[in-house]
């Protein structure tokens, strides 16, 4: 079974700051992708960028990116300048490819002080 | 704007009770999943239809069931309710069975609280 494992239940850096959020999943897949989502207080699920397995390249997304590290099944995720906006939960979150199924992580509540 | 639409966004009701919870997924996207989110909690995979058929099932309790009708709105049953099942309920659609690029789109979700 694939399991998602955020060990970083909170975390709170300043506005500007750079902020790294760790994820480790564990598959015997090797087609698969990995996503980082924000819950913001609203509720709403963001999707916040991807990363596919078969790309060597980290995904980047302005203000955000990824380190992916495939062979030690590792995915964080750098936000960099950070602004009170990004206050949220960020849930890491994987799936296979062809499976039906995206699993999630436990999450990180991230706090950003002005 | 993930272009899809859940209803109701919120729903009180009482234990023993039963309710349906409604999902239409973005234009063209074939596939509806079904995820429940407890206080602070991670999303637990419920279900997941493919153009009107059931394709792959999680956690769900035997009190909940789901379907998916011809024109792709979702609708997940909630019966004989405890307390227990007060939750976010988010509905997620994407391309096809194997999700296109991979992700998922979400609705802004039904808080259900049960008293």
């Known amino acids: 079974a694939q399991t998602v494992t955020q060990s970083q239940p909170e975390m709170s850096v300043q506005e500007a700051e750079t902020v790294t959020l760790s994820c480790t999943y564990d598959?015997?897949?090797?087609?698969?992708?990995l996503f980082w989502y924000k819950q913001p207080p609203s509720r709403q699920m963001i999707l916040v960028i991807r990363?596919?397995?078969?790309?060597?390249q980290n995904a980047t997304e302005n203000r955000f990116s990824v380190n992916f590290q495939k062979a030690a099944k590792s995915f964080s995720l750098k936000i960099s300048d950070s602004q009170l906006g990004d206050t949220a939960m960020y849930f890491c979150?994987?799936?296979?490819?062809?499976?039906?199924?995206?699993?999630f992580g436990q999450g990180t509540r991230l706090t950003i002080n002005p | 704007d993930s272009g899809v639409t859940q209803t109701p966004k919120h729903l009180i009701t009482a234990t023993g009770q039963r309710v349906t919870l409604r999902c239409s997924p973005r234009?063209?996207?074939?596939?509806v999943y079904w995820y429940q989110q407890s206080l602070d909690q991670g999303l637990q995979f419920l279900i997941q239809?493919?153009?009107?058929?059931?394709?792959a099932k999680g956690n769900i309790l035997e009190r909940f069931s789901a379907q998916q009708f011809p024109d792709l709105h979702s609708e997940l049953n909630l019966s004989s309710l405890e307390l227990g099942d007060s939750a976010l309920y988010f509905c997620?659609?994407?391309?096809?069975?194997?999700?296109?690029?991979?992700?998922?789109?979400f609705g802004e979700g039904s808080r259900l609280t049960v008293l």
């Open positions: 234009s063209g996207d074939l596939s």
């Open positions: 990363q596919e397995a078969y790309k060597q």
């Open positions: 979150a994987f799936r296979v490819q062809g499976a039906q199924k995206l699993v």
């Open positions: 997620a659609s994407s391309v096809g069975g194997t999700g296109g690029s991979g992700e998922l789109f």
């Open positions: 598959t015997s897949e090797n087609n698969y992708y």
């Open positions: 239809y493919y153009n009107g058929e059931e394709r």
